[in-house]
């Protein structure tokens, strides 16, 4: 059998390990930050309606600059965001590979600030960007003094900032985005995936858009929204930062039943939006929930909650596992990872927890 290291791949690439969260048949998925609740009927009824619609003309190629679903986009973000400043592809996952493509690659670095998204630092490496980090403060936060010391010392082509941070929930705060903005002669992206879960009115990355054209903020239909399996994710950015995301992106990157469907399931935001509440709410309950069990979890701006003083995760994951339940161990010693699921869902995942013998 021919294994991996028998082909000719790039020597940067050999020993290398895949995206690897475990896609497992269970009842209780709980491990990838998904929005857990199915999306209304009616946005069901309309996106198939939208999807059927576009099938009569899928003999063409899709509108390689998918002006209306931009459109729609720019409408929902809000803040002044125009159509020209908002680019989108197949999950925020490849708006992030095109932006390095574009603005990183060999000879150049991007800084990450870890525990973080594990796929910045892979995307890092399969676009040949040399994958640099720098410390956070106590309790996962990243205070302006720190951001900045680390980008004065390490002088990144491309600065990742995640907020609420994955994995640990950590928002950071707009003065520290300013204070990078500020000294950061590269690119700063601001990955928001998990924007929407944040306090009702707490202020985005995207309000500091103007006079910043450097900055770009990463969003997603795949969490809050509900629709992670269309694969829709976007940012928002100078109008000339998308102009260099079309020297990369492959044409008509996105498909027309792609964009007949986020189109379809926009124009129902509030409807799709509708769960965020009771997420905010069950995430608040595990926080605690966990610490009434006697672990210690970490505060969520997010849809999941990180939690320590797990003796051996790896045996706890596989306890949950048996009893149809699947969490994150992200291979932080002592703590695993749990989305906040549907009040049932949450039920049975601290029942089971609490049942454990420790
Ligand atoms: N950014 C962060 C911080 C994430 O946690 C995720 C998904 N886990 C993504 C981006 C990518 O999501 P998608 O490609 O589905 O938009």
């Not at 990838?32 to 099938?55: F, Q």
Request: proline letters at 7%; one cysteine or more.
């Amino acid at each position: 059998m021919t294994s991996l290291d028998d082909l000719p791949i790039r020597d940067d690439l050999r020993g290398q390990s895949p995206y690897g969260a475990p896609q497992k048949p269970v009842r209780i998925a709980l491990n990838v930050n998904e929005n857990t609740h199915p999306i209304p009927e009616v946005v069901v009824a309309h996106v198939t309606a939208a999807v059927e619609h576009a099938l009569r003309t899928v003999n063409r190629y899709p509108d390689r600059e998918f002006t209306t679903l931009r459109e729609h986009l720019a409408t929902y973000l809000g803040e002044g965001v125009e159509r020209e400043q908002v680019w989108a592809a197949n999950g925020s996952n490849e708006v992030i590979q095109q932006l390095l493509q574009a603005f990183g690659g060999p000879g150049r670095r991007v800084l990450g600030f870890p525990p973080t998204y594990s796929m910045h630092s892979i995307i890092a490496s399969s676009t040949g960007t040399e994958w640099v980090t720098a410390e956070r403060d106590d309790e996962f936060r990243l205070s302006p003094a720190t951001a900045v010391a680390a980008v004065e010392r390490l002088d990144p082509d491309i600065v990742f900032l995640c907020t609420p941070n994955n994995p640990t929930g950590t928002p950071i705060g707009l003065d520290t985005i300013e204070a990078v903005c500020a000294v950061a002669r590269g690119i700063v992206i601001v990955d928001e995936a998990y924007a929407e879960f944040l306090p009702e009115g707490e202020p985005s990355a995207l309000s500091l858009l103007p006079g910043r054209p450097r900055l770009v903020v990463s969003r997603t239909m795949s969490k809050a929204f509900a629709f992670a399996g269309a694969r829709l994710g976007y940012l928002a950015a100078d109008p000339a930062v998308v102009d260099a995301l079309r020297l990369v992106r492959l044409p008509y990157h996105l498909s027309a039943l792609t964009q007949a469907a986020a189109v379809a399931a926009l124009q129902h935001a509030p409807l799709m939006l509708e769960t965020v509440d009771a997420i905010r709410a069950q995430r608040d309950r595990l926080v605690v929930e966990l610490a009434a069990l006697g672990y210690a979890p970490h505060a969520s701006g997010a849809n999941f909650v990180l939690f320590g003083g797990v003796d051996d995760p790896q045996a706890t994951f596989q306890y949950l596992l048996e009893h149809d339940i699947l969490i994150r161990d992200i291979g932080l010693p002592g703590h695993l990872r749990v989305t906040a699921g549907t009040p049932e869902e949450t039920t049975e995942f601290l029942e089971v927890l609490g049942r454990m013998n420790r």
